[in-house]
């Protein structure tokens, strides 16, 4: 049976295309997810952590706690940035 290169390319291929599904399924789903965790809003806004629980201290950014957790709106963090503009 003779090699042929494009056997390869085109598996691979495939196993790329797979992942590139798989982190296009991860990133709407995290485009959809209605609350964010601290690490996550900090990540959105592009401000470390410990500035945005300065902004909470102060109550400067929207957030709500549950269950001794601070969450916070994709929405209202939205709003927050349009109105407010950057850090």
């Given at each position: 049976m003779n090699y042929n290169p494009f056997d390869e390319i085109n598996q691979r291929l495939g196993q790329i295309e797979a992942k590139l599904d798989l982190f296009q399924k991860e990133k709407d789903l995290h485009e959809t997810q209605k609350y964010l965790s601290s690490k996550e809003a900090a990540l959105d806004l592009k401000i470390s952590?410990?500035?945005?629980?300065?902004?909470?201290m102060n109550k400067e950014v929207p957030f709500k706690k549950f269950r001794g957790r601070l969450l916070f709106s994709r929405e209202q963090l939205r709003e927050f940035v349009n109105r407010n503009g950057k850090f």
């Open positions: 952590r410990a500035h945005l629980y300065r902004m909470v």
